[in-house]
């Protein structure tokens, strides 16, 4: 089966950019928030203005989807959490609605892998197979930023529909 990377479009330049998100939520658990972190929806102000685009997909600090993409994703994964998340744009009057991800975390980097130096960062991913076998969407446990990768089925689902902002890489499964 096909796994893909999902990752915000790098074409689309002029999207909201999250602010204050360490004020917001605790900083040493960013990147390992977990459901029960957050008791009620969460707010960030957005640096936005009449010509930003609300792209389906925000990927940091803390991985955001739309309400839209939320709906394909629970259709698949109907189990996983989510938390409502608000952005807001006061100036503009503009108010969106996104919701935090709680993905599932798999140790599924094959040592085909390539690191960079000091081994904080993926150049090159490479799954295991047998980690992977049955999962549809799942987050790579040894990264530190927030990897989605998404099964063949899922990605066919998303590019079929008129989702904007994101980006499919394939990745190698051995």
Excluded: C
């Excluded at 977990?34 to 792209?55: G, N, R, T």
């Amino acid at each position: 089966m096909d796994y893909f990377l999902l990752k915000q479009d790098v074409r689309y330049t002029h999207v909201p950019a999250l602010q204050k998100v360490m004020e917001t939520i605790d900083p040493w658990k960013l990147y390992d928030l977990q459901p029960e972190d957050i008791v009620k929806p969460l707010m960030f102000h957005v640096k936005a203005d009449a010509e930003s685009i609300f792209i389906d997909y925000l990927e940091g600090p803390i991985p955001l989807i739309s309400d839209a993409l939320k709906r394909l994703v629970q259709a698949y994964v109907p189990e996983m959490p989510m938390k409502l998340t608000i952005l807001t744009q006061i100036e503009q009057r503009i108010q969106k609605n996104y919701y935090i991800p709680f993905v599932e975390r798999l140790a599924a980097v094959h040592p085909e892998s390539e690191w960079n130096l000091d081994q904080s960062v993926l150049r090159k991913l490479v799954l295991r197979a047998d980690a992977i076998r049955g999962h549809k969407i799942f987050r790579i446990q040894e990264s530190a930023t927030p990897m989605i990768i998404v099964r063949l089925d899922i990605a066919e689902s998303i590019l079929r529909r008129d989702y904007t902002g994101i980006a499919l890489e394939q990745i190698q499964v051995k």
